[in-house]
């Protein structure tokens, strides 16, 4: 695992489009993640693109997550969240993107399908945040480190923090989400992972620092996995 730490997210975000750059080419799979901490990454990858560095004609990708229960012209889906923030700025065909489809009246099958589809892939870089709980994607405390896709239910914590978009009101937070699983996410060539802000701390520590490998940190299965990068601001860093 290599541990960067920068002063500020903006440098930390330069210098991981800079690694994804490296470990990618013109025909690569990605998987993506949403939320505030991959903002900087995905400017950088519009800022590249519109400066004729690079073309996704032939990239695919593949997003960790989804909410249940709101309609992905909502603004806070993260259907609606991978258009204003990267889709809608770069040349990439929006057929060969993929977030769960969390919306589908037939959940079971919108599960075995996206859990087919990412089984007949290969995510090259898995772009990765983290919660202050230690999860990754929607992975909460608890999951199996063997779950495939599933719908889960989203922890108190997770509610609460993600009520930051919702106008700081919990009651408007979908309460479950569907996920990639860990195995999913284990099974990309690489990792980088992003972390902002001190309440990432501890998360942080038990990833980089702690000798745990456990489901009620769910992070912390990343140890095991050949090419993890994981950079931090000043914040976030445990040291
Ligand atoms: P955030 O979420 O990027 O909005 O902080 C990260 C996560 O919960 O995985």
Redesign the pocket.
Known sequence: MKYLIFDTKKEASVESYKILKSLIDKNSTLGL?T????TDLYAEMIADYKAGNFSYKNIKSYNLDEYVGISYDHPESYHKFMDTNLFDHIDINKENTHVPDASAADLKLAVKTYQEELNNTQIDVQIL???GNG??GFNEPGTPFDAGVHVVDLKEE?IK??SRFFDGDINLVPKQAMTMGIKDIMRAKHIILLAFGKEKREAIRSLVEGEEITENIPCTILKNHPSVYVLVDKEADFK
């Open positions: 993640a939320g505030s901490t991959p945040g983290i919660g999860h990754i997770t923090a993600n």
